[in-house]
């Protein structure tokens, strides 16, 4: 696992105030991994306190976990008692090509988050008894996951003859070029 890693992890309020004790082993083993936690607003909110939240605290909790997103490697969500807001984190979190896990309770697939046949999370199932293991392997497989993210678009029949035509005349395949087009564009707007 990587050293100086930064990673982020939520749930929802709701999830926390039901299973407090899960939550509790999955901060513990958070801590020992050599990792840094982005967020810990819904760590250090109790379970009495979220029943009482006024808009400003949910106000607070979301913009600092959009902030914790933005700011880590890994994000990870704990998702069996799903929300909408937690279904917004993920998305934050795949539209920033973060590396996404989502664990949820045995049998308790979040139904949001089922095969939909787009690139979306890496979802692992626990036990009880297995928890902090999953929990670490699936951190552990996410990080080893390739940095690299296809893209796919559908072109003219003329544009795809010419990065055809252009990538043989730099000797380069197709994909190399458009990474080059995209990279000098890149050079060129940099401000």
């Avoid at 069996?80 to 998305?91: E, W």
């Avoid at 029949?157 to 070029?177: D, G, P, V």
Wanted: glycine share 2%; net charge neutral; aromatic share 10%.
């Amino acid at each position: 696992m990587g050293e100086n890693k930064k990673a982020f992890f939520s749930t929802s309020p709701k999830a926390l105030s039901l299973y407090p004790s899960v939550f509790a082993r999955i901060y513990k083993t958070l801590h020992l991994l050599p990792i840094e936690l982005t967020e810990a607003f819904l760590e250090k909110t109790t379970v009495e306190t979220i029943t009482n939240w006024k808009s400003a605290h949910k106000d607070t909790f979301y913009r600092a976990s959009l902030t914790g997103i933005t700011d880590s490697d890994i994000c990870v969500f704990e998702a069996t008692h799903p929300s909408l807001t937690l279904a917004h984190f993920i998305k934050h979190s795949l539209d920033q090509d973060k590396p996404t896990v989502v664990l949820h309770q045995e049998h308790a697939t979040p139904f949001l988050l089922e095969e939909t046949g787009i690139v979306g999370p890496l979802l692992f199932e626990y036990e009880g008894v297995n928890l902090e293991q999953v929990l670490k392997s699936a951190i552990k497989e996410a990080l080893e996951q390739p940095d690299a993210i296809r893209f796919n678009c559908l072109i003219s029949a003329e544009l795809n003859r010419y990065i055809t035509q252009a990538a043989k005349a730099e000797q380069r395949s197709k994909s190399e070029f458009f990474r080059k087009l995209v990279r000098d564009h890149q050079e060129r707007n940099k401000r």
